[in-house]
């Protein structure tokens, strides 16, 4: 068999491969959502507020969602879901609340060929703020053409600003989205605008419901009950090294959150903590935060078992609940390209503890680990 090198030049495999939207001017798809940084510019904290998720008012069999859908399918046994043929512009109050329920269940939903980044700013946050107060970030752009709750995602050429930030570093940075607010964010919107041309800018999602649950069932009791502190101070730090241009619209944030949290709807507990923002275990002396943040930290890096990569080009919508899973970007594409999206974060309730349960008998439980002698 030849190898690709010796392919002869009649090969036509280059016109067969796929590539993303583009203009041949080599403008943005979306001009209105190029990115505006303003260093004067301040908002208003929201404050703490009463969360009543959606997700409580749902029918479980998502009549309303899934009523138009043509195919279904997950993108991995624990994380992600594809949903063919629908319209998030187009969802009932009650399909709204489903799509929460669902999110829920299965951490993120993608959704394709939609019609939602073209409705405009106001229809846009009007259907995300169904699932909480919009939060407006701290530093992060957003569109030139206005609202402050629209955060924008660039990286070209033209705007190294992202990219730069990373040097020298790893980009895959496993987080939670502002888990320092004290109501941090729940059911969240990212609309795709424009991706690189052939591959890559994807998004990976962990279940952080699996994190938890894949832990031994002692090791599990050890760790609920305990707090962590969660800070923005590196990004602080990062955005402020951009000098005179640098953004800081709000104060830096620290809060304090359950290591194990409960999902008000499903019930579910998941593993709630990252390495971009929870820096120490309370109660515990630094160095043995650091050793159980990092072997914490790794569990969720390495186990790809219940991860998942979001593919996208303009048009995909993902919907994920960051409550049950962490995220991380991919800058896998060439350094120059065009990826180009908004993200929409409600907030949601303030973390809710797991609390230890007395039960040895959890192990037990669990097939997979008394089937291999392991309680």
């Given at each position: 068999m030849p190898s690709i090198a010796n392919l002869p030049a009649s090969n036509n495999l280059p016109s067969k491969v796929a590539t993303r939207a583009k203009n041949e001017d080599g403008t943005p798809l979306y001009p209105d959502f190029m990115p505006f940084y303003d260093p004067l510019e301040k908002v208003d904290?929201?404050?703490?507020?009463?969360?009543?998720?959606?997700?409580?008012?749902?029918?479980?069999?998502?009549?309303?969602?899934?009523?138009?859908?043509?195919?279904?399918?997950?993108?991995?046994?624990?994380?992600?879901?594809?949903?063919?043929?629908?319209?998030?512009?187009?969802?009932?109050?009650?399909?709204?609340?489903?799509?929460?329920?669902?999110?829920?269940?299965?951490g993120a939903l993608v959704f394709r060929n939609q019609n939602f980044c073209d409705i405009g700013f106001e229809?846009?946050?009007?259907?995300?703020?169904?699932?909480?107060?919009l939060h407006v970030h701290g530093w992060a752009p957003h569109p030139a053409?206005?609202?402050?709750e629209h955060m924008i995602i660039y990286d070209h050429k033209e705007d190294l600003r992202v990219r730069r930030s990373w040097k020298g570093r790893s980009p895959i940075q496993w987080h939670t989205d502002q888990s320092p607010e004290l109501?941090?964010?729940?059911?969240?919107?990212?609309?795709?605008?424009?991706?690189?041309?052939?591959?890559g800018g994807d998004t990976l999602v962990s279940s952080?419901?699996?994190?938890?649950?894949?832990?031994?069932?002692?090791?599990?009791?050890?760790?609920?009950?305990?707090t962590a502190i969660h800070s923005n101070n590196d990004g602080v730090s990062q955005e402020l090294k951009n000098g005179s241009n640098a953004v800081m619209r709000r104060q830096e944030l620290t809060a304090e959150h359950p290591?194990?949290?409960?999902?008000?709807?499903?019930?579910?507990?998941?593993?709630?903590?990252?390495?971009?923002?929870?820096?120490?275990?309370?109660?515990?002396?630094?160095?043995?935060?650091d050793f159980l943040l990092g072997f914490l930290f790794d569990h969720i890096a390495k186990r790809a078992d219940f991860q998942c990569r979001v593919?996208?080009?303009?048009g995909t919508v993902l919907v994920w609940d960051q409550r049950v899973t962490n995220h991380s970007q991919t800058?896998?594409?060439?350094?120059?390209?065009?990826?180009?999206?908004?993200?929409?974060?409600?907030?949601?309730?303030?973390?809710?503890?797991?609390?230890?349960?007395?039960?040895?008998?959890?192990?037990?439980?669990?097939?997979?680990?008394a089937s291999l002698g392991l309680c």
């Amino acid at each position: 068999m030849p190898s690709i090198a010796n392919l002869p030049a009649s090969n036509n495999l280059p016109s067969k491969v796929a590539t993303r939207a583009k203009n041949e001017d080599g403008t943005p798809l979306y001009p209105d959502f190029m990115p505006f940084y303003d260093p004067l510019e301040k908002v208003d904290e929201i404050g703490l507020f009463d969360h009543q998720d959606p997700g409580l008012r749902a029918d479980p069999a998502l009549p309303n969602l899934l009523r138009n859908a043509t195919k279904v399918y997950n993108l991995s046994p624990h994380v992600g879901t594809e949903v063919e043929g629908v319209q998030l512009s187009q969802l009932t109050p009650e399909g709204l609340n489903e799509l929460a329920l669902f999110a829920a269940q299965r951490g993120a939903l993608v959704f394709r060929n939609q019609n939602f980044c073209d409705i405009g700013f106001e229809a846009q946050k009007k259907i995300v703020s169904h699932f909480g107060p919009l939060h407006v970030h701290g530093w992060a752009p957003h569109p030139a053409a206005g609202s402050a709750e629209h955060m924008i995602i660039y990286d070209h050429k033209e705007d190294l600003r992202v990219r730069r930030s990373w040097k020298g570093r790893s980009p895959i940075q496993w987080h939670t989205d502002q888990s320092p607010e004290l109501q941090p964010p729940g059911t969240t919107f990212i609309g795709m605008l424009e991706s690189p041309a052939a591959a890559g800018g994807d998004t990976l999602v962990s279940s952080s419901v699996q994190a938890f649950r894949a832990l031994s069932p002692r090791f599990r009791k050890r760790l609920e009950g305990l707090t962590a502190i969660h800070s923005n101070n590196d990004g602080v730090s990062q955005e402020l090294k951009n000098g005179s241009n640098a953004v800081m619209r709000r104060q830096e944030l620290t809060a304090e959150h359950p290591v194990v949290r409960v999902h008000p709807v499903t019930g579910e507990k998941a593993l709630y903590v990252n390495p971009v923002y929870t820096k120490r275990i309370v109660g515990y002396d630094q160095e043995e935060s650091d050793f159980l943040l990092g072997f914490l930290f790794d569990h969720i890096a390495k186990r790809a078992d219940f991860q998942c990569r979001v593919r996208y080009e303009a048009g995909t919508v993902l919907v994920w609940d960051q409550r049950v899973t962490n995220h991380s970007q991919t800058l896998d594409y060439p350094a120059g390209e065009r990826r180009h999206a908004f993200r929409l974060t409600p907030l949601a309730e303030k973390p809710i503890p797991s609390m230890m349960e007395e039960d040895d008998g959890e192990c037990l439980k669990d097939i997979g680990r008394a089937s291999l002698g392991l309680c």
